[in-house]
């Protein structure tokens, strides 16, 4: 690999400007006040981020946490990507490490999609000769940063940013970053830049759950990247093409790997609700033709595809004017291209319509039964589309006569003219200009790359902005579940314990079930990822089948499942709004009832067959909080309690003493007091990777009443410590 100082300082620069220029455009065009947490999955991060930072970024701090769902993996499900452990050693505040992450993840997809087009432009057949196809003069500034912004703030991405789904963004740099460094290296150009930024962005790839994603970037966007590699050449110079993002990737898995096998070991293991063993097929939201018309129009509102306007984000996929530059690509000398982009269109599309027989088999795919949204299949598409057609626009000639003092000129109009149009008339001007551009390049007429791509670049941020949702202020996302905070403590002060919980019935802002997450109290109502046995209880003591794809916990405390759970749980307080002016204040909150405590010792263990039998075993106790000191049930069905002995006597003077635990400290410390092998129960979701000591050595856990965390106690033991 020969590394040439130009492309080194040209890509340093492309990294640079991008930066500061997605920072602006986040400021000046589309209303950045210092928050980018928005609402919906975004709110999700905040119990990490919160964490994250209370722990200085060390993400192993965080394996777990016990106030969402009655216990939740943390890295296990979320990982622990590399802008948020930095952000949240260099901010210190959950709000701005989201937001350099942000801006982070957007800068990577920025550079690594204008590096993209720009190199694959040079390695298209061209459809006039040229004087060398590795001529690296077409890479100036006032064209790559264009692409770069264009790229950062793709419409596509948009619903992705505001929904909070980084995920699934950082999912699809396992399709970007390989492309752009095969075309890079198909183009006869190197450049250590180029590599790190690739490196990062695959980085978030391997430590982050954007699992979905990685999976449709290798079913559907790596045959483009093998397509890119084979372009005009040699079966050695593809496959040399191809080394140099597998050593990348390679490097990055190893040195992501603890986080990944935590990952891995989530998803493969007992606690996930959508594991990979989960075979159901698609029972979410199907496509139907109205909502892939929709797509060929930027703005979601101008070909309505008939669902309500909270569904957009996974039915709208803005191909826009690009569809039209499909026109200048060089299609019949690169037909292995046009075979690997028909294939990432059509095939998505069949399988999100759920057409067999190319839905069932996509189905029996491994992982793929566990993703939710078909639709999203479609994604590497629609980042390959403005890549190949950007590419393909690079390649033409500039015949417009211009001087290179007026080159950047169009860089500062085309946002400025573009902003503040209406979306019909943004829409009309971005098709008109790609119709025109086809012309000019067809027809060998004056025009200027870099006029087309200032102008596609603007017209790209104006789109994605339609799709931003309201940002949340520091208010709503700090200052308002402190408050609420403060004001539940002052009348339950036992809630402080994070093993202690509370039932709100009121929501802040657009928090709604995460708003005690957001308060920092213990709940068991939520939206995420709630673990599979804590699902399974909850189902059996509703009466309701367990559903796998369950993301929302909302247990009503007027019904009998709330008493059941309540009781289990230690849910001590119930929050009701008051109305204004009411002399009580502005909550009140109720005692649902004794429970059994954050932690206790039964007197005796047995077996029941099911979750519904011990459902059922659970209701027929008139004074469940006595019941469950006298008598501990285990799931015989469960794995995780084979070989759990059966206890009938002994125990009934163990007892617990103390509990100690804090929000945000993954260990739970209690002194207890037995003179026999007692089963204790801790009233917090068992999950495989919590760890337990008693006098300082090792103390199996297991599943208890279904979903909570028990052990054997041995005689004599006095300290257990527990680490979630």
């Known amino acids: 690999m020969v590394l040439r100082p130009r492309d080194e300082a040209r890509d340093l620069a492309l990294v640079l400007v991008t930066a500061a220029l997605v920072a602006l455009a986040w400021v000046a065009a589309l209303g950045w006040r210092g928050d980018l947490l928005s609402n919906h999955d975004a709110t999700l991060y905040f119990l990490l981020l919160r964490d994250l930072v209370r722990n200085h970024g060390d993400w192993h701090a965080i394996s777990s946490a016990p106030g969402a769902f009655g216990g939740v993996a943390l890295t296990g499900v979320y990982g622990a990507a590399p802008s948020f452990v930095l952000g949240a050693r260099l901010s210190g505040s959950a709000i701005a490490t989201f937001d350099f992450a942000v801006i982070v993840t957007q800068v990577c997809f920025g550079v690594l999609g204008a590096t993209a087009s720009l190199d694959l432009a040079a390695v298209l057949p061209a459809r006039q000769p040229r004087r060398d196809r590795r001529d690296?003069?077409?890479?100036?500034?006032?064209?790559?940063?264009?692409?770069?912004?264009?790229?950062?703030?793709?419409?596509?991405?948009?619903?992705?940013?505001?929904?909070g789904?980084?995920?699934?963004?950082?999912?699809?740099?396992?399709?970007?970053?390989?492309?752009?460094?095969?075309?890079a290296s198909r183009a006869g150009r190197s450049s250590m830049v180029l590599l790190l930024v690739a490196f990062l962005a695959l980085l978030h790839t391997f430590q982050s759950h954007g699992f979905q994603t990685i999976v449709y970037a290798a079913l559907f966007g790596w045959p483009i990247v093998l397509a890119v590699s084979a372009i005009d050449g040699r079966p050695r110079e593809a496959t040399a093409a191809c080394l140099v993002p597998l050593v990348v990737a390679?490097?990055?898995?190893?040195?992501?790997?603890?986080?990944?096998?935590?990952?891995?070991?989530?998803?493969?293991?007992?606690?996930?609700?959508?594991?990979?063993?989960d075979v159901r097929g698609f029972r979410w939201i199907l496509a139907h033709p109205r909502d892939w018309l929709s797509c060929l129009a930027w703005s979601p509102q101008l070909i309505g595809s008939g669902r309500p306007a909270q569904l957009d984000h996974e039915t709208?996929?803005?191909?826009?004017?690009?569809?039209?530059?499909?026109?200048?690509?060089?299609?019949?000398?690169?037909?292995?291209?046009?075979?690997?982009?028909?294939?990432?269109?059509?095939?998505?599309?069949?399988?999100?319509?759920?057409?067999?027989?190319?839905?069932?088999l996509f189905v029996k795919l491994p992982l793929v039964?566990?993703?939710?949204?078909?639709?999203?299949?479609i994604l590497p598409f629609a980042i390959a589309l403005p890549i190949v057609t950007f590419a393909a626009l690079a390649a033409a000639r500039d015949r417009a006569p211009s001087r290179r003092a007026l080159r950047f000129l169009p860089l500062v109009?085309?946002?400025?003219?573009?902003a503040p149009l209406p979306p019909w008339v943004r829409e009309l001007l971005g098709w008109s200009a790609a119709i025109a551009i086809v012309i000019a390049i067809r027809l060998r007429l004056p025009f200027t790359r870099v006029g087309a791509l200032a102008l596609l670049s603007a017209l790209s941020i104006?789109?994605?902005?339609?799709?931003?949702?309201?940002?949340?202020?520091?208010?709503?996302?700090?200052?308002?579940?402190?408050?609420?905070?403060?004001?539940?403590?002052?009348?339950?002060?036992?809630?402080?314990?994070?093993?202690?919980?509370?039932?709100?019935?009121?929501?802040?802002?657009?928090?709604?079930?995460?708003?005690?997450?957001?308060?920092?109290?213990s709940s068991l109502d939520g939206y995420g990822y709630p673990p599979r046995r804590f699902v399974q209880l909850v189902s059996a003591a509703a009466g309701v089948p367990y559903d796998s794809l369950q993301t929302t916990v909302q247990i009503?405390?007027?019904r009998e499942e709330a008493r059941l759970l309540g009781r289990l749980y230690d849910v001590r307080a119930i929050v009701v709004p008051l109305p204004p002016g009411d002399p009580r204040g502005l909550l009140l909150v109720m005692k649902p009832g004794a429970t059994a405590g954050p932690a206790w010792f039964s007197g005796r263990l047995e077996g029941v067959a099911s979750f519904e039998a011990l459902a059922a075993r659970l209701r027929a106790q008139p004074a469940l909080d006595k019941a469950l000191h006298e008598v501990a049930w285990i799931v015989s069905d469960d794995a995780a309690t084979a070989g759990v002995p059966t206890i009938t006597d002994g125990c009934r003077d163990a007892r617990v003493v103390d509990v100690q635990a804090a929000p945000g400290d993954p260990h739970v410390r209690l002194r207890v007091q037995t003179g026999a092998r007692c089963p204790l129960t801790v009233a917090v979701n068992h999950l495989s990777t919590h760890r337990a000591r008693a006098n300082g050595q090792p103390l199996a856990t297991f599943p208890i009443y279904g979903a909570l965390t028990g052990m054997i106690v041995p005689a004599g033991a006095t300290e257990i410590a527990l680490q979630l």
């Open 136 to 163: 690296r003069s077409a890479r100036p500034l006032a064209l790559s940063v264009p692409l770069a912004i264009a790229f950062a703030f793709l419409p596509a991405l948009g619903f992705r940013l505001s929904y």
């Open 165 to 183: 789904h980084l995920n699934l963004v950082w999912g699809l740099f396992a399709f970007v970053a390989p492309l752009s460094l095969v075309a």
């Open 250 to 277: 390679l490097l990055a898995l190893a040195i992501s790997w603890p986080k990944l096998s935590a990952m891995l070991s989530y998803l493969l293991g007992p606690d996930a609700t959508r594991s990979a063993g």
């Open 316 to 360: 709208h996929y803005a191909f826009g004017p690009l569809l039209a530059l499909l026109a200048i690509v060089p299609f019949r000398r690169a037909r292995g291209l046009a075979l690997a982009l028909a294939w990432a269109l059509l095939v998505p599309l069949l399988v999100s319509m759920d057409v067999p027989p190319f839905s069932t």
């Open 369 to 377: 039964a566990a993703f939710r949204v078909p639709q999203r299949a």
């Open 413 to 418: 109009i085309a946002p400025l003219l573009a």
């Open 462 to 521: 104006a789109a994605f902005g339609e799709r931003l949702l309201p940002f949340l202020s520091a208010d709503s996302l700090v200052h308002a579940p402190a408050k609420l905070r403060a004001e539940v403590l002052a009348r339950a002060p036992e809630l402080a314990s994070p093993l202690t919980r509370a039932s709100l019935q009121l929501s802040i802002g657009s928090f709604g079930p995460n708003t005690a997450l957001a308060a920092d109290l």
């Open 556 to 558: 009503d405390p007027r």
